[in-house]
């Protein structure tokens, strides 16, 4: 393809958006792997998105990860109620890579509200549904459920399942069926098929589904496999902050 012509990265932007059917696709320069600059550009951009979105009583459900921590810092105060809500619990995240942490970050710098969803990873089936009856969670459930606009991140499947310290079992199985990236807990493969979900409560996938704004926020070439296998399923409200790395990837992907 007419790499070249793409110097202007709204058209390729708006290249990509076409060819994969999102809502809209915005690229930055660059490579976030290679480049903190870059990292920090998809924040300042997602951040942007977000902020556009905000009015009063919007609410927010926010996954994890260091792309959308980065996009927390340049959110700027609003002055109406916003509230941020974690998207799923106990994902065995990091405390800097979770939810919980990210959503006080998005309430500190936008002088909006959040609530915590404190849930264990493992738990088994008797304690997730007493887990769930509980007053305090079921309200930050229906509210995460109830949220106008979802936040998310999308990883590598390797790399996630390492970063959680997942098990054995679930690593082999990831590698058997294929694996290729990670978005709110399901793991997909290269064509966006789910082949594994981490077990826990908070956002489905057919919350996501029914979002009026979705905003993805993701880059850097190690990601473009699972980017360009996630942009098959993702619903087509959704908006893809990324980078040029990536960009360049999904024109020969699609
Ligand atoms: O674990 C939360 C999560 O949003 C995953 O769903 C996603 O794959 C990952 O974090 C992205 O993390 P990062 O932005 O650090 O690559």
Redesign the pocket.
Known sequence: RHMEIYNDLSALGSEITKLTGISRIIVVKGDADESPETQVHLGVEAGRCLQSLLSPNTTVTV??????ASMASHLASVPFDVTFTPARGG?G?DMI?Q?NFIVAKMAEYTGGRYEALYVPDQVSEQTYQNLIQEPAIHSVLDQIKSADIVV????NANK?ANR?KTDAAVKKLLHEKAAV?????YYFDKKGNIVYKVRTIGLQREDVMTKKHIIA??GGAS?ATAIAAYLKIAPEQTVLITDEAVAKQLLKAF
């Open positions: 996954t994890g990860g260091s792309s959308t994902l995240e890579h939810a998310h991140g999308i990883g996630m959680r990236g990670e978005a709110f807990g926020v993701a990601k």
